[in-house]
């Protein structure tokens, strides 16, 4: 099953308006998530870096007044993408990484969510 | 320099055969991490498949298998048997160090797609 809830899956916004996406790690403690961005037919790349009670590590290029994490929680980081234009139109997609001795999987690959199709109009 | 390659954008494999969706990567640091993922049509990334650079025997987990040749610096993904529902967006990623804050890099990604 799922190990890690993103909500909404979807959304649709006009611009200029703020849009919060939510990413949970269910049964086990991330310190750390990771925040990416995937546009259509290319891959994911990471924007940011979530860490539970201190601040975010932003990509270069990614604006962090644009983009708000916040992870105040073990278990929760939230994406704010504030003043939204057209072109923040994207698929946005959180992961965490299970501890060791949370994971049985050789690696502690991430685990992801199942992504939010931001559309703004 | 992109760190994490991927040349083939598309491939087809027929149900049943066995299909090699190539990676190349690039690092200096002697300690990393190379993982297949898996996004279907829906958006989902599927963790499939991990080979750790210490790791002295290819990884292998059920129908998937990694051909890691060090040396050349690549981690490719075979799928043997194929299905249908493997068709999909076959992602390669590299993650350089340790610990949970390291990162996960991308290729571009191979579009697989199974015929009957």
């Known amino acids: 099953g799922a190990v890690v809830s993103q909500h909404p899956s979807w959304v649709i916004c006009k611009s200029g308006t703020s849009v919060k996406i939510e990413c949970r790690s269910l049964?086990?403690?991330?310190?750390?998530m990771f925040w990416y961005r995937q546009f259509p037919k290319q891959s994911l790349m990471l924007m940011a870096t979530?860490?539970?009670?201190?601040?975010?590590?932003?990509e270069q290029g990614v604006e962090k007044d644009k983009f708000l994490i916040n992870h105040a929680s073990l278990t929760l980081s939230t994406l704010t993408v504030t003043s939204a234009h057209p072109e923040d139109s994207s698929f946005y997609i959180c992961?965490?990484?299970?501890?060791?001795?949370?994971?049985?999987?050789?690696?502690?690959?991430?685990?992801f969510g199942n992504g939010t199709r931001l559309t703004v109009t | 320099a992109q760190k994490i390659t991927q040349t083939q954008p598309g491939m087809f494999v027929q149900e049943k055969e066995a299909v090699t969706l190539d990676c190349t990567y690039d690092?200096?640091?002697?300690?990393?991490?190379l993982f297949w993922y898996k996004q279907p049509s829906s958006g989902e990334m599927i963790f499939l498949i991990y080979?750790?650079?210490?790791?002295?025997q290819n990884a292998t987990e059920g129908r998937y298998s990694l051909n890691f040749q060090k040396a050349r610096k690549s981690a490719n993904l075979v799928i043997s048997a194929s299905q249908l529902g493997d068709s999909a967006m076959y992602f390669c990623?590299?993650?350089?160090?340790?610990?949970?804050?390291?990162?996960?890099?991308f290729g571009t990604g191979t579009r697989l797609q199974v015929t009957l």
């Open positions: 992961s965490a990484r299970m501890i060791p001795g949370g994971s049985a999987s050789r690696g502690s690959p991430l685990h």
């Open positions: 049964d086990f403690q991330a310190t750390t």
């Open positions: 990623a590299m993650r350089e160090g340790t610990g949970t804050a390291s990162k996960l890099t």
């Open positions: 690092t200096s640091d002697p300690s990393y991490g």
């Open positions: 080979q750790g650079s210490y790791d002295q």
């Open positions: 979530s860490n539970e009670g201190s601040k975010a590590t932003y």
